[in-house]
């Protein structure tokens, strides 16, 4: 059986969680960035649920928003020379594997880690009232004001490592300084994103 959506994810926060067990206590600059790279890949579980989840909608049963994703012209003119030399060739053309592969390209442009990044993802998905149906299937449940905000306090601290360095800003900074990150919040965030990612693969 083909790889699901889920198992990918599983297999991100997998290694997410392993990384944190590297993590010696010792309170060494290496240790935090090991918590810090297990919060990243962490989220990374995230993009991973709702890019296979997308890339799996069957292209005749597409939801208006996903219907409406741009793709290149240049990608279309490729398309179409494609399906010509192939049928030159006598070469069975897959032109539906193209238009799915175009369609790929364009979710990779597209991430889904904040609030707002996932209500985009649902409705892509032509999920109706994401938020409610997935803090009802949590365990414990959860308010969808709740999800939306745990889910943007990790894209806003994931953004802080990647983009930032996680340098702590400063007005007039005198010495480099880091934003603390303390293990058992990493693990506790881990462990809420398998329990989200858990409740949204059983409803969607």
Do not use: Y
Request: aromatic share 4%; glycine share 6%; hydrophobic share 45%.
């Amino acid at each position: 059986m083909p790889v699901s959506p889920f198992q990918a994810a599983i297999d991100v926060l997998d290694r997410a969680d392993a990384l944190l067990t590297l993590d010696s206590g010792s309170g060494s600059v290496l240790d935090a960035d090991l918590r810090r790279q297990a919060l990243v890949m962490g989220v990374a579980g995230l993009d991973t649920w709702m890019h296979w989840k997308i890339h799996r909608v069957p292209l005749d049963a597409l939801s208006q928003n996903l219907a409406e994703i741009a793709v290149p012209f240049a990608n279309l003119v490729e398309m179409g020379e494609r399906s010509v030399e192939a049928r030159k060739q006598g070469v069975r053309d897959r032109p539906m594997v193209r238009a799915r592969n175009a369609l790929h390209a364009q979710l990779l442009r597209i991430t889904f880690q904040s609030a707002r990044d996932w209500q985009r993802g649902f409705n892509l998905l032509g999920v109706r009232s994401g938020f409610t149906a997935v803090g009802a299937a949590m365990v414990p449940s959860e308010a969808k004001a709740d999800i939306e905000s745990r889910l943007n306090q990790l894209s806003h601290r994931r953004n802080q490592v990647v983009h930032e360095g996680d340098l702590m800003r400063q007005a007039k900074p005198r010495a480099i300084r880091h934003n603390d990150l303390e293990a058992a919040k990493v693990a506790d965030d881990l462990l809420w994103i398998r329990r989200f990612l858990t409740a949204v693969d059983s409803m969607v």
